[in-house]
């Protein structure tokens, strides 16, 4: 077997040719924060992997959870053990789920998620993490109701990757051009991946999840666009709303600097009497991060 030693001459020798990048398995490392003793806040990462892609009806067949520790400054100073647990959906899986995770139904008989120790780590936290928390929040929510309401953050769309030089926001790819690989599609590396990224330093210096809890952290409003006529779809669309068709409305959530010059859109836009709407304007929620990405 290859030392070390000559693995790091075989990928300096590679990668000094510039025609090659050598790609590392992902390893999480203890972290080396220069002031642990400084006061922190906890940190849960949350994924999920499940029967569906509808997460207000699919089945949860995988829970991953890791604690953190992090400073006010966005440090991580410290990882917890990894919490995994399979659960038993009571049927047959989709193909295309078990091809996309590699579980089979197998390996899910008779398995379930300890509620009480998943609840518990939860509910320790100041934040529940997770990089599509749209989607993970009402999964973790309906299983474990004892830990709803909590403060969720989503480090895919409440990050700028773009702006940290990220061609895209897929974990992925995050990692991929961050010069890692690891076990996609399964929640423990998934949540592994996610604290990866969280480290992220950008050039200012600024950690992604000090960035992550700023943004996360921020109250805003959820506008939905009541009586909207059928024939204005495409520009709320291209606006920035999504259909909800549990409501039957279109909604959007802004920050709380943005709702004026929203309004305004919204009444040259929708509710103009040219645009034939039914309502006479929108109704507008107060929204924070114990609301947000809850169904």
């Known amino acids: 077997m290859d ?48 029967t569906g892609i509808d997460p207000t009806a699919c089945k949860i067949i995988e829970l991953a959870m890791r604690r953190i520790a992090f400073t006010a400054q966005g440090e991580i100073a410290k990882i917890g053990k990894p919490y995994s647990w399979r659960e038993d959906p009571g049927e047959a899986l989709d193909p295309v789920i078990a091809k996309l995770t590699g579980l089979t139904d197998a390996d899910l008989a008779g398995q379930t998620i300890d509620t009480d120790i998943a609840s518990e780590l939860l509910r320790s936290s100041d934040v529940v993490i997770a990089h599509n928390a749209a989607f993970d929040r009402p999964c973790v929510e309906r299983r474990l ?19 940290r030089g990220f061609a895209g926001r897929a974990l992925g790819a995050l990692l991929t051009e961050s010069g890692w690989f690891f076990g996609a599609h399964r929640a423990g590396g998934d949540v592994d991946a996610v604290i990866a990224m969280l480290q992220h330093v950008a050039p200012d210096g600024r950690t992604s999840l000090s960035e992550l809890i700023e943004n996360a952290s921020q109250p805003g409003w959820l506008i939905r666009a009541l009586g909207a006529h059928f024939d204005v779809r495409g520009e709320l669309r291209a606006h920035g709303y999504r259909w909800d068709a549990t409501e039957k409305t279109w909604r959007r959530e802004v920050r709380a600097a943005e709702r004026a010059s929203e309004e305004a859109w919204l009444a040259s836009a929708v509710y103009a009497p040219s645009r034939r709407p039914k309502a006479s304007g929108p109704s507008t929620t107060p929204i924070d991060w114990r609301q947000r990405y809850a169904k």
């Open 3 to 50: 030392s070390e030693a000559d693995l790091s001459a075989m990928i300096g020798t590679l990668e000094a040719t510039g025609r090659f990048r050598v790609l590392r398995r992902l390893q999480l490392a203890e972290p080396g924060v220069a002031r642990i003793d400084a006061p922190t806040k906890i940190g849960v990462v949350v994924d999920t992997e499940t």
């Open 145 to 163: 109701p004892g830990a709803a309401g909590l403060p969720w953050a989503c480090s895919c769309y409440e990050i700028d990757w773009l702006e």
